[in-house]
């Protein structure tokens, strides 16, 4: 099968799926935007020299076609986060003649896969179209600072574009609410997660140290083998809920005097406005442990140490540090804002609160390390929910979807 991917940059891992369907013998092209380029450039391959994926660079800000698709880029600009929607469906379509695939895969459901949609409503694209909901795309949380701004405009055009998309694929219930709710056909409709990009025996490896990682870290950081120890890995943005964690923290050393919180990812104003202040008020900023980005294995490592992992995010469609906490055999405590919340309930694979209160937050923080015993049934549960997540699974999954086959597996309906 050859398959075209519109904008796979989108998501860091989405590489992992083109390497995996490569490997396992189809046919991959990408079409990939290169500000400061030439206008298009053709190269064998997207990310390393003999990867085997053509691809199609394109420079949005250039090119005579901008010219000809100049008044309808204006008038759908703002609320199209003030990129061109009109000159972008023609460069799709151009890429589609090029490469002359059997399917497509647009990697964002806003950027590209509104235009890709509404190209193949006008019969630019004539080939199946197969659009990813991963992130901020249809979400509107304002709450939360995630997802784009429904104006009048930005509504019609993501209700108008789903008409012309044969498979929509959020990667949650959560998502999939949302587009059903926009007019998505519910026969075309099918939830497929993302995945994990680490592959199954490294996250194996990785979980069988578990131990040694627990008195690793501590170490590290001159902490006890036995200390309580919790960790959050994200961005560190106002929609991550950090603040929340950071309100219900003192709940939880008041009764935990020895428990220490590894904030782990970058230092972004949100923790200076909203996170730290709320700590240094209560006196418990030196039971906070702030690690910075982290890289590599180390972010496996990181989340193997823990006790628990705690998402308290107040919106985002799936959440795959959850994940990757337990393909270490750590479980997680989320909020009921994040779309991962489905697979935690579903597999009993920790807990999952409300979003946005502190008290449940840190109920549920006391509980998970006060009794090891309780939470030894979810530590049971996690590898059966990794593997839900798992990088050949979901491309098989995928691939049924683009070739229409109605018996795919659907990974949201386990009960």
């Known amino acids: 099968m050859h398959i075209l991917f519109l904008h796979p940059k989108a998501w860091t891992g989405e590489q992992a799926m083109l390497l995996e369907l490569v490997r396992v013998g189809h046919d991959v092209s990408v079409l990939e935007e290169r500000r400061g380029g030439a206008t298009r450039e053709l190269s064998a391959w997207h990310r390393a ?30 609320a199209f986060d003030g990129r061109n929607l009109v ?9 589609v003649r090029h490469f002359k695939p059997d399917a497509i895969v647009a990697s964002d459901g806003f950027s590209y896969g509104v235009p890709a949609g509404m190209a193949r409503r006008l ?14 795309d249809v979400l509107d949380c304002p709450e939360a600072d995630v997802g784009h701004r429904r104006t009048p405009l930005t509504d019609w055009i993501i209700r108008a574009s789903i008409g012309g998309i044969d498979v929509l694929r959020p990667v949650s219930p959560k998502v999939e609410a949302v587009l059903l709710e926009d007019g998505a056909a519910p026969e075309r409709t099918h939830v497929l997660p993302s995945h994990l990009v680490a592959s199954r025996s490294a996250l194996a490896e990785i979980a069988a140290r578990k131990l040694q990682l627990r008195k690793d870290i501590r170490n590290r950081h001159g ?7 919790i960790v959050t890995l994200s961005g560190n943005h106002k929609g991550k809920g950090l603040h929340v964690l950071a309100a219900a923290w003192s709940s939880v050393v008041k009764v935990l005097p020895g428990a220490r919180w590894l904030l782990c990812g970058p230092d972004h104003p949100w923790l200076q406005a909203q996170v730290w202040p709320v700590l240094d008020r209560a006196g418990l900023r030196n039971t906070v442990i702030a690690t910075g980005a982290l890289e590599g294995e180390d972010v496996f490592h990181y989340l193997a140490a823990a006790d628990v992992h705690v998402n308290p995010s107040l919106c985002e469609s799936l959440n795959m540090v959850t994940v990757e906490a337990a393909a270490v055999g750590t479980p997680t405590i989320g909020s009921d804002g994040a779309g991962i919340s489905h697979w935690i309930s579903s597999f009993n694979a920790g807990l999952v609160v409300p979003r946005g209160e502190s008290r449940p937050l840190a109920d549920a923080i006391i509980f998970a390390l006060q009794e090891p015993d309780q939470m030894r049934v979810r530590v049971h549960a996690l590898p059966a929910l990794a593997e839900e997540f798992a990088l050949e699974r979901i491309a098989s999954a995928l691939v049924a979807l683009l070739q229409g086959d109605p018996d795919q597996p659907d990974p949201s309906s386990r009960a």
């Open 123 to 136: 019969g630019l694209v004539p080939v199946r179209l197969l659009v990813s909901y991963i992130g901020g």
């Open 49 to 78: 020299p003999g990867d085997g994926m053509s691809t199609l660079w394109y420079n949005p800000s250039r090119g005579g076609l901008r010219l000809l698709t100049w008044l309808g880029d204006r008038v759908f600009r703002r």
């Open 223 to 229: 902490l006890t083998p036995d200390t309580p120890l």
């Open 87 to 95: 000159h972008r469906m023609f460069v799709i379509a151009e890429a």
